[in-house]
């Protein structure tokens, strides 16, 4: 069976960001997988199928590849294209699904529930309508059998079972279980791996039209708050002293 | 510019978010028709004029019943096509943000999604969305009609229902498809003030299995007497919750351990929650923690350490034991509340 992983290439979630100049500036915080995408890779290696693993972005994103890789995914690829540099979550999907498309007989296609850097958390469901396939999405159990799958998503509401034929695409959410570490061997693999870049004519399809744009980009006004500590007494002092100040807020 | 509004519901009932989203468009100056899907959903159209939905349009299709995205985008996407709204807006649920983004790929457009503020220039629509977990803020433009987009919950204020106001209600068939999916059946639900609903939370982190007082019972390993610890923990902080009609919530670390479940953690890789009032306890403060509550309203901390750097971000703190301060403010609040 041949399952596709999509990964994502982030700043690590302890980065510091700032808007310098209209550009979102890390400093000097390392790129990594996006945190999501580990158990997206994670749900697609304990399929027991081949699983190749795709990102799109520059020649950074192929750090991300290499991780899963370590993990043990067989094959990476990395779409990039100067055209699709700076492409919505529209033309991600639709990027995402011709590369998809282009591995051919892909059963299962994996996602991570959102992507740290842009929080859209749109791209696994954008992608499966784009493919005409099921989005079984916020996954935290998949039982396969033959062609159907079913599965329990994590819902706000609670858990939910849906079942659903395949192919399908899946976004997988933490309470699937914790992703594994890569080992020793398969960093050595990954780091000799050689990672093929498929562009637009590779993918067969022109440049998708990236429709939402984004002028602006600011840091968050500055929060003036400097905290007064109550102290002084007892327990029962201080806690009545902050029950008076939390009723001074008029909020409950 | 002609409007139109997704009233998300589970099972009938809606979420506040699709109210306040309703205010939120009419804050642009437009009159909204209201869209609602399901089945025996009369209800929601009653709801939705006294909120201020000018029109709605009601789709009742008995295979609308379970919320399946592909099939309300097979049922919607058509009808957008139809009244060609030159705005469309969802409350940002994980169902508003799969139909949207469904809804934008079959009518080849675009989303803008989670947005917290929104002005018009002309008949654009720039809004503001947080990323980067809120470490940063966009303005985004949609270039292509309709400007969809997905608004957060708890930013924009809910109406005044007005009781009895009501407008034009059309019914309308829908054609669904072939929707690829079937829903087996759901789980308990998780029951509780809901984290994204929520006008109040009190949370835990790691400290709160941290009271040498207590005695766990013979015969558990050191990971069992943490998880116990905990328990005996959480348990006055759901007091403390229960008190104040609050949801609960809990940091990374105390998901980790076992705590508490993972439904609970706030913070770039939980939710991301806006309430009126968050209470902290036992949390350090850690970079994914803030990013996912700094848009608190007032925030509280209680915690031993006094350089911990969730003080930074918080109106009021204690530097104290949480076990001897939140059963505390249980009967203090309790007293000034009158319950
Ligand atoms: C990719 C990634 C994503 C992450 N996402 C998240 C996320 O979404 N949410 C999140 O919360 N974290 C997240 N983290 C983890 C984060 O970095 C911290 O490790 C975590 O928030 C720490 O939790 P804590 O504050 O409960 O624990 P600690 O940092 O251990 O702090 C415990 C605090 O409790 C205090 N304390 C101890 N005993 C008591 C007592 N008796 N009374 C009062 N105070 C006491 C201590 O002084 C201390 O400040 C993420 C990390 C990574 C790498
Ligand atoms: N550039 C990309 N390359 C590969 N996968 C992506 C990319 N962008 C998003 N994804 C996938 O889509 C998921 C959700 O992303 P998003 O909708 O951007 O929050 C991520 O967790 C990834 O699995």
Redesign the pocket.
């Known amino acids: 069976m041949k399952i596709v992983v999509c990964v994502k290439q982030v700043p690590?979630?302890?980065a510091n960001l700032v808007a310098e100049n209209g550009v979102a500036s890390w400093g000097d915080a390392p790129l990594?997988i996006n945190?999501w995408d580990e158990y997206a890779v994670e749900a697609a290696l304990n399929m027991g199928g081949d699983v190749t693993v795709v990102s799109m972005g520059d020649e950074n994103a192929k750090e991300a590849l290499k991780h899963a890789l370590a993990m043990g995914c067989q094959e990476a690829i990395l779409v990039s294209d100067p055209a699709l540099a700076n492409v919505d979550t529209q033309g991600a999907a639709k990027a995402l699904a011709a590369a998809i498309e282009k591995i051919g007989d892909v059963k299962m296609a994996f996602f991570g529930r959102q992507a740290?850097d842009g929080d859209a958390g749109i791209t696994p469901a954008q992608t499966a309508r784009v493919l005409g396939w099921p989005a079984l999405t916020f996954t935290a159990s998949i039982a396969v059998d033959g062609d159907s799958v079913k599965v329990e998503r994590s819902v706000e509401e609670g858990r939910q079972t849906v079942s659903a034929n395949l192919p399908a695409v899946f976004s997988i959410v933490k309470d699937y279980g914790e992703p594994r570490y890569p080992s020793f061997m398969g960093i050595r693999k990954a780091s000799k791996a050689e990672i093929p870049l498929w562009g637009l004519t590779d993918l067969g399809i022109e440049a998708p039209a990236s429709v939402v744009e984004w002028p602006e980009l600011n840091n968050p006004p500055a929060k003036d708050v400097s905290v007064e500590i109550i102290e002084g007494g007892s327990p029962t002092e201080i806690a009545e002293k902050l029950a008076d100040k939390i009723m001074a807020e008029k909020i409950l | 510019m002609k409007t139109w509004v997704y009233i998300d519901h589970f099972k009938g009932e809606a979420v506040p978010a699709s109210w306040e989203t309703i205010g939120a468009a009419k804050s642009l100056g437009s009159d909204v028709t209201a869209v609602i899907l399901g089945t025996g959903v009369d209800a929601l159209a009653k709801a939705a004029f006294e909120y201020g939905a000018d029109e709605v349009v009601l789709a009742d299709n008995s295979a609308l019943e379970d919320f399946r995205v592909e099939a309300y985008a097979n049922a919607l996407s058509p009808l957008v096509t139809d009244a060609a709204p030159g705005l469309l807006l969802f409350p940002t649920t994980s169902r508003g943000r799969e139909l949207a983004g469904m809804v934008a790929i079959d009518l080849n457009t675009g989303v803008l999604v989670d947005v917290i503020a929104m002005e018009l220039d002309g008949d654009k629509v720039v809004a503001t969305r947080p990323i980067y977990?809120g470490k940063l803020l966009q303005k985004t433009v949609c270039n292509a009609s309709p400007q969809i987009i997905t608004v957060r919950g708890r930013i924009f204020a809910k109406p005044e229902a007005e009781p009895g106001r009501s407008g034009t209600l059309t019914k309308v068939d829908v054609n669904v498809g072939d929707a690829p999916t079937t829903v087996e059946g759901y789980g308990e639900s998780t029951g509780g003030v809901s984290l994204a609903d929520a006008g109040v939370i009190v949370s835990?982190?790691?400290?709160?299995?941290?009271?040498p007082n207590l005695t766990p019972p013979d015969g558990m390993s050191d990971d069992e007497a943490e998880v116990w610890r905990a328990q005996q923990?959480f348990a006055l902080i759901t007091d403390l919750a229960g008190v104040l009609n609050a949801a609960v919530g809990?940091?990374?670390?105390?998901?980790?351990a076992n705590y508490i479940p993972y439904a609970n953690?706030?913070?770039?890789?939980?939710?991301v929650v806006s309430p009126d009032l968050y209470i902290?306890?036992?949390?350090?403060?850690?970079?994914?923690?803030l990013?996912?509550m700094r848009n608190s309203k007032v925030i509280v901390a209680?915690?031993?350490?006094p350089d911990?750097p969730?003080f930074k971000m918080a109106r009021y703190g204690v530097v104290?034991?949480?076990?001897?301060?939140v059963p505390a403010l249980t009967v203090a609040m309790k007293a000034k509340l009158g319950k």
């Open positions: 690590d979630s302890a990594v945190p740290i | 977990a835990g982190g790691r400290g709160v299995s941290n009271n923990g809990a940091s990374r670390a105390a998901v980790d953690q706030v913070g770039q890789t939980g939710k902290a306890n036992g949390i350090s403060g850690a970079i994914q923690h990013a996912g209680i915690n031993k350490d911990a969730i104290g034991d949480l076990h001897e301060i």
